[in-house]
């Protein structure tokens, strides 16, 4: 196992990654809102037709707390504001993109709490649909009442020809830790993206409540969907299930196959799909909230490798990348010392896709919930790990003021273990977004898009206020992204780069 030193090796500067050419890493623009905050991650896609992706992200003021500038489009070329959509509540999901209005640009479909689930005109932000809960006497959909959580795209079910919109509805916030009173089991729901019609729905097999944002796929050379889910919270034991998309499209998720469990914790991060046994058949590689790492084998549906990492506890999802060099999918992710909401330090851990081993391990900043991105940013074969955290004190009391926090956006080079800045800004924070990188104006360098929560006193977890930022990088992209964002570059969890995977 491999440990480097933050101190020794972070050298505040500009942009440290190497590449021939001089074109220069700059910030194209900085976006500052005013009394709200993010928990959603950046998504992206050309709604006003110039050329240039545009970001569409969630935002929010407090808890239960409605906002004018719940859904935010930020133009890509400017950074000015597109449009805006309210919302009753926080909006943490990110954008799943699908055209259901048939006018050629992709409307937004987004979710968040206190059930917000909305579709929304990608050129302008008006409401399409928003889901309206009138189930109190229904025997599955009365449970569907709390917070929606990131959604994908399934195939087209009612024959309308658009793809329609799979996600769960879970988790009851105003419950206090380690009690089983008053939670309710999650809702798997099909929802009809077009017009917001629910077209199947069942609860958890185990009863269970469910904060995972699902996956489905299928296995290449087959037609059948298959839905990877969790249940379970960070004190509430929960388990890892597969199941067929037609299951749920019957309302019945009762044969659904558990793929791993855990007591005293549940399965919050979505998992990952990716062939690290090179049969041809993507496995799946999910983190419990107890830090527990599995990998299941896709085609015989038995465990390849389990790797705990003691004391700790995540809620983080995997960036998928060629870390170690040999081709095989190797995964990066961050855990949290202490027991939630305690939680204290930082821990980065990549593991290495044949075996499960941790080749590298470090302790950068305090507690995170947001997920890393990958890209070889140096052209040496080796991706790199983008992460942003926080730099503060972890042991200081968050109820005594004077607490000075930074927000800190880094690169860390599997090859040599050393930790480029690519930007930092005190007085910030960044506790949820995942950051987004891709080449967003089409020029062949990568850009990177990211989020910050402006943090001037000791609470973390306040909004009052946000930057987004666009930085150009000098990093000349000789292959598209491919785990750039959250749940990577096309938001469905799948890593498609792998050689042995046949599509």
């Known amino acids: 196992m491999l440990k480097f030193s933050f101190h020794l090796i972070l050298f505040f500067v500009a942009v440290l990654l190497v590449n021939c050419t001089n074109k ?7 976006t500052k809102l005013y009394q709200i905050g993010s928990q959603s991650s950046p998504r992206t896609a050309d709604l006003n037709g110039d050329g240039v992706l545009d970001i569409v992200i969630g935002a929010a003021k407090g808890e239960y707390q409605h906002t004018e500038q719940g859904i935010l489009a930020i133009n890509g070329d400017t950074g000015e504001v597109l449009w805006q959509q309210e919302a009753s509540d926080q909006v943490f999901g990110s954008a799943t993109f699908n055209d259901i209005t048939g006018d050629g640009v992709q409307d937004v479909l987004i979710s968040g709490r206190s059930r917000n689930l909305k579709a929304l005109d990608g050129t302008n932000g008006k409401v399409i649909w928003d889901y309206s809960y009138q189930f109190e006497h229904d025997s599955i959909l009365q449970y569907a009442r709390f917070n929606f959580y990131n959604s994908v795209l399934v195939p087209d079910q009612n024959q309308d020809g658009i793809r329609d919109l799979l996600v769960i509805n879970g988790g009851n916030s105003k419950v206090m830790p380690n009690t089983e009173k008053n939670r309710f089991p999650g809702v798997l729901m099909v929802f009809d993206s077009k017009t917001g019609q629910i077209l199947a729905a069942d609860t958890m097999p185990d009863g269970k409540e469910s904060y995972m944002s699902p996956v489905c796929f299928s296995q290449p050379g087959s037609d059948k969907k298959q839905i990877v889910f969790g249940t379970g919270g960070e004190t509430i034991s929960g388990n890892l299930y597969i199941a067929d998309l037609a299951d749920l499209m019957a309302n019945d998720l009762s044969g659904a196959k558990v793929l791993a469990s855990e007591t005293g914790h549940g399965f919050i991060a979505p998992p990952v799909l990716a062939d690290i046994s090179g049969d041809g058949f993507y496995d799946i590689v999910a983190i419990s909230h107890a830090s527990t790492i599995v990998a299941i ?18 809620s983080s999802s995997f960036a998928v990348g060629n870390f170690t060099g040999d081709q095989v999918p190797d995964f990066f992710t961050f855990v949290s010392m202490g027991v939630w909401p305690g939680s204290t330090t930082s821990i980065q851990i990549m593991l290495d896709g044949k075996n499960g081993h941790i080749s590298y391990q470090d302790s950068l900043g305090c507690v995170t919930f947001s997920s890393p991105v990958a890209y070889d940013l140096n052209g040496d074969g080796i991706d790199e790990a983008i992460l942003s955290y926080n730099n503060y004190p972890c042991d200081w009391d968050i109820e005594v003021d004077g607490l000075e926090i930074e927000n800190l956006l880094v690169a860390i080079n599997f090859n040599n273990g ?13 506790v949820f977004s995942t950051p987004w990188i891709g080449d967003l104006d089409g020029d062949g360098y990568l ?7 402006y943090s001037p006193n000791s609470n973390i977890l306040s909004f009052l206020g946000m930057n987004i930022k666009r930085i150009s990088s000098n990093v000349s992209m000789n292959e598209p992204t491919v785990w750039g964002g959250y749940m990577g570059s096309n938001g469905d969890g799948v890593y498609k780069r792998t050689e042995g995977v046949n599509e």
């Open 297 to 314: 084998d896709g085609k015989l549906g038995e465990r390849i490798w389990e790797t705990n990492i003691p004391h700790t506890e995540s």
């Open 24 to 30: 220069k890493s700059e910030l194209v623009w900085e």
């Open 447 to 453: 850009d990177i898009v990211y989020s910050q929560c």
């Open 418 to 430: 050393s930790i480029s800045s690519i930007d930092g800004t005190k007085g910030f924070k960044n």
